[in-house]
């Protein structure tokens, strides 16, 4: 009967208002998904691949929507903020916690900036110096309005969360509302010839190249931000059933639009532009630098160019914005979690963790220098949020075998199957971003490890390290970045695995951890005893000894 009760107790979170609605819930989500990988990555991956991109888009989709429905039941079962950053602490303990906590900040913190520098390459078109198109990088005066418009991004999330959450909507409103009237308006400029034209025709790359495609011109970090609303999770209302119906209603909208964009702004430009195929355009083409306002320009749609350089503005900005908030959450989790700073959790009087969300603000500016463009960001942040999605099917596939009566609002069919391939999406899409992204993200991680290592040692209150729990965890990290280093996306790799066969050893060395970290998952009670430590009435209880 005591377990029955316990069974039942959620997580809940402290300082947090639960004042947005389903609307909000969708919004959040959706504002993140259509930001500006919109701007981009369709005619980026047109450049690389030809019109076969389009599979890019549909394989880039089919993926994400896999992982949002993992990522609805989990939600709808624990709404908590900073939702992905918990679930892997909540089912494998604080090692796994650290880990994917980490790669969940990582991917957050990272995200405002290249917001701010979609911003600046399409404003080079009023105000030349802000971008260097021949370099493919933001400026030096390019780079002052970033930090500016970071700084606007975190003074707009000092506002109350429901003032925000409307801001956001009116926002978000315009952000749907101009990629689908630009889909309406480019099909009455449809060239289909353009889906041969070229050296090529149609398919002018390999195989191999077009899964390389896929996270390395934005395809994946376009469909990112689903998730959102499970950051998010601790301020909306009746989360159980507003909450998964956001994450499914968000990813699917999505997903149509960037599927729609992509095949009609390559149907739209102008078949003079491209006597050598889409591979044939140069950086320095404006199709390429700005590539919707630009076709429309050509097309003769001067008006709607205006509107798109626009929203070239706006579009990045909503998503800059909410995603300085969701950095601010995760931070508030780890500290809930005690991996950050207790300090992490203050929040102001209007639910704000205030402390969180200025270290988002200062740790965002540190990757605006090594990484310089839009592009050169885009393949680290793909990869740290892959890693981050990676805990969610684990997470799954624990607490479907550990809590199966806990309960689950929305119960994703399937998840026999659906769970250890949610594993290998994203083994595979850590992969195709080449082994030059990954030693970069290797990296990072170390640097974050022995930071949270100090923060924790200096916490008297801190959790035992769950070793035994994650004991899978070093080998799935440092196997990937070998079998990375002997694949065949670089550059910097050997190419000693043969493509194909590659594709075998993912997949295998993914199911192996898999099914071995579902094996070793913490035990029942000791779920039941972590979920019940973050619950309203244990919020302020120290870890303590284990029984």
């Known amino acids: 009967m005591a377990s029955e009760t316990v069974a039942e107790t959620r997580p809940a979170d402290v300082g947090l208002r639960r004042e947005v609605g389903l609307i909000g819930a969708i919004w959040a989500s959706e504002t993140s998904i259509i930001g500006s990988g919109w701007l981009f990555a369709s005619m980026g991956a047109a450049v690389l691949a030809g019109a076969a991109s389009i599979f890019g888009w549909l394989i880039g989709g089919f993926c994400v929507i896999i992982l949002a429905l993992i990522h609805a039941e989990l939600g709808g079962m624990y709404p908590v903020a900073g939702g992905t950053a918990r679930f892997p602490h909540l089912a494998y303990g604080s090692v796994a916690g650290i880990s994917f906590g980490f790669f969940s900040w990582l991917q957050a913190v990272t995200v405002a900036p290249i917001e701010c520098f979609a911003v600046m390459q399409y404003a080079q078109y009023y105000f030349h110096g802000l971008y260097n198109p021949a370099k493919g990088v933001t400026t030096g005066s390019g780079f002052i309005w970033t930090v500016v418009l970071m700084a606007i991004f975190t003074v707009l999330n000092f506002l109350a969360v429901r003032l925000f959450a409307r801001v956001n909507n009116a926002i978000t409103w315009w952000k749907v509302a101009i990629p689908i009237l630009t ?36 395809i994946v970090f376009s469909y990112l931000g689903f ?33 729609l964009c992509a095949l009609t702004l390559m149907g739209a430009v102008p078949t003079s532009e491209l006597s050598k195929g889409f591979i044939g355009l140069s950086s320095t083409n404006p199709i390429t630098i700005y590539p919707f306002a630009a076709v429309a320009g050509l097309a003769g749609l001067g008006f709607w160019a205006t509107i798109l350089h626009i929203d070239a503005f706006i579009s990045p900005f909503g998503t ?8 601010s959450r995760i931070g508030y989790g780890l500290a809930r979690n005690r ?31 090594p990484f310089p463009s839009w592009k050169s960001l885009v393949g680290l942040v793909t990869s740290a949020s892959v890693l981050m999605y990676a805990g969610a099917p684990l997470s799954l596939a624990a607490f479907r075998r550990q809590v199966p009566e806990a309960s689950r609002p929305y119960r994703m069919p399937a998840a026999v199957v659906i769970a250890p391939l949610g594993s290998l999406i994203c083994s595979f899409l850590i992969y195709w971003s080449g082994f030059e992204t990954v030693w970069k ?107």
């Open 339 to 369: 991996y950050y700073p207790q300090i992490f959790q203050w929040t102001d009087r209007n639910g704000v963790p205030w402390v969180s969300l200025l270290f988002a603000f200062a740790f965002g500016l540190v990757f605006l220098l």
């Open 320 to 327: 800059g914005m909410i995603y300085q908030t969701s950095t």
């Open 183 to 218: 889909i309406i308006i480019f099909f009455f400029k449809f060239h289909p010839a353009n889906f041969t034209a070229g050296p090529g025709g149609f398919f002018p790359v390999s195989v191999k190249t077009l899964f390389g495609t896929i996270p390395a011109v934005g």
């Open 227 to 259: 998730e959102q609303a499970d950051q998010l999770a601790g301020e909306i209302k009746d989360p159980q059933r507003n909450l998964p119906r956001a994450v499914i209603i968000a990813c699917g909208l999505g997903t149509a639009i960037y599927i």
């Open 441 to 547: 993200l290797g990296i990072c991680l170390v640097i974050g490890y022995v930071l949270i290592g100090i923060f924790m040692a200096f916490d008297p209150q801190r959790p035992p390290l769950d070793w035994k729990s994650a004991q899978w965890l070093p080998f799935y990290l440092i196997g990937m970045g070998i079998i990375s280093w002997q694949g065949q996306y670089g550059p910097d790799n050997t190419f000693r695995i043969p493509f194909g066969l590659d594709f075998v050893v993912i997949a295998a060395w993914t199911l192996i951890i898999f099914y071995w970290a579902v094996a070793t998952a913490l035990p029942r009670e000791e779920v039941l005893r972590l979920v019940a430590l973050q619950s309203e009435r244990m919020a302020d209880m120290p870890e303590g000894p284990r029984h």
